[in-house]
């Protein structure tokens, strides 16, 4: 059983910030695929669609038939510990500093045998262990074996902590706490036990609904942050960026429709100037602390989750220039997280279908409520999960985009 991770301790100042050194990450083009899937919290294997045989690990060409017909295809993950081995040795930088670590050989139900990290709750073969595929620091796939039953504080597993940016006694920056996802996501995180949550606040002389809700929480601290204005960030990251843990961009402005139906630049510059250059000025303040704290202890700065659209993936007309700050978010946090890989820091972007807010009122049902968007938010930071999609209209959306992206900016044009 797992013992639950305790709260660590103030670290001694006196003693020098380690480097982040990433596992090993090269990866070949077709070992990609596996690394696709656990971006959104899937296990896929490659079947072969002319002798449907489970492959592993990734091949141009089918082991059994030769045949290139290889797809990848979700995996149940269910198997046979074989036997086990614990690594008191690796040449790894990496490894090095993190023995021993427990590694598995487990022989799948869908045919394939497989080297896994063992969590800490898997015992001697042979038992019965589920297969499933995370991320590691270094952003690429890696296969854990875990226990059918896991127990109540299985998240706080080392090997598996390694893997995710679980809240648990982290300091999480929420940038916006005015509107309702933003609250949400406070509360989210408290629940999730972190430590501390700062939560941004344009406009502190206004009394908003729902503010005196999360500041009444012992865990929350109302921060001054504009990211319309680089000297409100560029304060509050000297300030407490060098705390910082996880950061939350939950800011956004949201307004209807497309080109024609209104006038002027003003209203499409504002949702760049919060959606898009807001996200860049936070990148430029926050970004240096949080990479230089990667591998600051138990507790080490661990992610930074973007607040994305589904419409980010192609333009929904009736909320055209909304759709487009929100492309434009997507390519820079697309950069961001090549950038912050190299430090350990996963960059997480989450695509909600329509929320259930004021700019949404007068779409039909079904819609995402901002509770359901927080809950996403943190089970994306206790899976290590990359991309997320929550709700049914986002899901739908991808699904539809994947099939034929033209098609799909076809539809959306005819109201669709």
């Known amino acids: 059983m797992t013992m639950p991770l ?39 294997l490659q079947v072969c669609q002319q002798c449907h045989s489970v492959q592993y690990p990734p091949r141009e060409a089918c082991h059994r038939c030769l045949s290139p017909q290889l797809k990848w295809r979700a995996q149940t993950g269910e198997g046979t510990l074989l036997g086990e ?42 038992m019965r262990v589920k297969v499933g595929a995370r991320l590691d620091r270094a952003g690429q796939a890696v296969l854990i074996g875990f226990p059918n039953e896991g127990s109540e504080h299985m998240a706080d597993d080392s090997m598996l902590r390694e893997m995710t940016s679980d809240p648990k006694f982290r300091k999480v920056l929420v940038t916006d706490g005015k509107t309702p996802v933003g609250q949400a996501v406070v509360k989210a995180m408290v629940k999730a036990g972190a430590d501390i949550v700062w939560v941004g606040h344009a406009e502190p002389w206004k009394k908003l609904p729902g503010l005196d809700d999360i500041t009444a929480l012992k865990q929350v601290t109302l921060v001054p942050l504009d990211l319309t204005n680089e000297r409100s960030v560029t304060e509050l990251a000297g300030e407490i960026g060098g705390k910082v843990d996880i950061v939350v961009n939950t800011a956004e402005l949201h307004r209807g429709f497309g080109i024609a139906a209104r006038r002027g630049t003003d209203v499409a510059r504002a949702e760049m100037d919060i959606n898009y250059f807001g996200l860049l000025r936070l990148a430029q303040g926050f970004g240096p602390a949080l990479k230089g704290r990667s591998a600051d202890g138990v507790a080490h700065a661990a992610a930074w989750v973007n607040l994305l659209s589904v419409y980010a993936l192609s333009n929904y007309p009736p909320h055209g220039t ?41 779409l039909p049902p079904p819609k995402l409520a901002p509770q359901a968007l927080a809950s996403a938010i943190v089970t994306a930071l206790k899976e290590g999960i990359e991309d997320v999609y929550p709700g049914e209209v986002a899901q739908e959306w991808l699904e539809r985009w994947r099939d034929n992206p033209k098609v799909l900016e076809r539809e959306l044009a005819g109201g669709n």
């Open 6 to 44: 305790m709260k660590p301790k103030r670290k001694n100042p006196v003693l020098r910030t380690r480097q982040m050194n990433l596992p090993p990450w090269s990866r070949g083009r077709v070992a990609l695929g596996l690394t696709a899937a656990a971006a959104e919290g899937r296990f896929e």
């Open 85 to 126: 081995t614990r690594l008191h040795h690796s040449n790894d930088l990496f490894f090095r500093e993190r023995l021993p670590w427990r590694l598995g050989l487990v022989q799948l139900d869908a045919g394939p045998t497989v080297i896994v990290h063992l969590h800490g709750e898997v015992h001697t073969a042979p």
């Open 322 to 362: 909304f759709s487009a700050s929100k492309a434009a978010a997507l390519s820079l946090s697309q950069c961001l997280r090549a950038e912050m890989r190299p430090a350990g820091i996963r960059v997480i972007n989450v695509f909600p279908g329509p929320i259930d807010d004021e700019w949404n009122q007068n």
